[in-house]
């Protein structure tokens, strides 16, 4: 499991009812501040069309499992520690927060839209949502732009000496973000900035460390609780909101994904993860089918639970990052089984990218590899797309 998607959100919004629907783990849920302490990480999964039935071939995965031609593919996810304004000044659990949400690739936010939790986490009602959306994109803002300023800092030190280049300090310094210093320039010039810092006022730092943790650290909107009539109204509004352009927004409810999965265990139902409806198929009483009719509803209406579908718009949609099935041209993986594997590989990877992906040693041993739909020979610098099946061709 490569990636790792950071769940996050104030208090209270059901940041945990969230993490356990997706994972089916027991971390505590409440509605007080700090029910998550520690970062839990569980398995979840992101949903992959199976290659196999158009090699005429059923798959045995190593990993996940395969469910009627959707394969279910491992990620991690990390339900991190409660967050409260002023966590980039160390307020709440504050570093810590930082710390552990750094380790993500992608942040999928859970926000209330029922407004029923204030900034606080605590009961109220009438809370604008979009108050939640903007402190968390400030407080990760902040955050960046403390580090972006001792990046400065270092530059005008003369750490690299006289024939200094600012991308190189700020890169550097904010190594952790997973950036460099090409996509540090480059930014830089996007926003119309010299690459000199002493040419840049408050207002250019702040939008500098802005757009550097979008481009490193992108969030999607969980919008949670929207089985709620005053959530659709609310997520109506923000979504119209120009200022919200740039955010994926995912109509979700959590409730609804575990009492499903909760069902389907428990032969109730019959559920797939992720898709738009489901049948019952045991004994239930007047008062729970009303209420699996109520479920039924919302996921008929929005087009599943939501719960998948962030995971998947974070990896997928968000992040650019692509499924590739390592086989053979006769739906072959290896002699143990077929199609056993399914990895997630970077928006752009190529063949040669594949093979160090499955060990360094085919990396460096690689010939070619195969396309196994066209049964074409592909270079090492092919780019790959998603679902893509490749056999790779190496000495080693």
Request: glycine letters at 10%; a negative charge.
């Amino acid at each position: 499991m490569s990636y790792k998607i950071g769940l996050v959100g104030k208090p209270s919004v059901g940041k945990s009812s969230f993490f356990n629907a997706a994972t089916m783990n027991d971390v505590p849920e409440g509605a007080y501040p700090f029910t998550t302490i520690d970062p839990s990480i569980g398995e979840a999964y992101v949903r992959v069309e199976c290659a196999a039935p158009e090699f005429d071939e059923s798959c045995t995965p190593s990993v996940g499992y395969c469910d009627h031609g959707m394969r279910f593919v491992p990620v991690k996810l990390v339900d991190v520690a409660g967050l409260i304004p002023g966590a980039h000044e160390g307020k709440g659990l504050g570093n810590q927060f930082l710390t552990d949400l750094n380790e993500a690739d992608v942040l999928v936010h859970v926000v209330d839209f029922s407004g029923e939790t204030d900034i606080e986490g605590e009961a109220t009602e009438g809370h604008d949502p979009r108050e939640d959306i903007d402190f968390l994109e400030n407080e990760l803002d902040m955050w960046y732009l403390g580090v972006l300023e001792k990046g400065i800092d270092r530059y005008r030190s003369g750490y690299h000496g006289e024939d200094k280049d600012i991308e190189v300090d700020l890169a550097e310094q904010m190594s952790a973000f997973k950036t460099n210093k090409d996509e540090i320039k480059q930014i830089i010039l996007s926003l119309g900035l010299e690459l000199d810092p002493d040419e840049w006022d408050d207002a250019d730092k702040e939008s500098l460390a802005r757009e550097i943790r979008k481009r490193t650290k992108p969030i999607i909107i969980a919008a949670n609780k929207m089985d709620k009539p005053v959530s659709q109204e609310n997520y109506e509004e923000i979504t119209a909101d120009s200022d919200y352009e740039h955010l994926t927004f995912v109509p979700t409810s959590a409730h609804a994904e575990k009492a499903l999965k909760k069902a389907d265990e428990g032969g109730v139902v019959d559920y797939r993860p992720g898709d738009d409806d489901f049948d019952i198929v045991g004994d239930v009483s007047d008062k729970q089918e009303a209420g699996l009719e109520q479920i039924r509803e919302f996921v008929t209406e929005f087009g599943g639970t939501g719960v998948q579908q962030s995971l998947e718009n974070a990896l997928f949609d968000v992040m650019g990052a692509i499924a590739i099935f390592p086989g053979s041209a006769n739906g072959k993986s290896d002699s143990q089984g077929v199609f056993r594997d399914c990895f997630i590989l970077p928006e752009g990877s190529t063949t040669e990218d594949f093979a160090y992906h499955l060990h360094s040693d085919i990396g460096d041993g690689l010939l070619h590899g195969i396309d196994c739909y066209s049964k074409r020979q592909i270079g090492s610098d092919h780019e790959l797309s998603h679902r893509d099946v490749v056999e790779i061709v190496s000495t080693n």
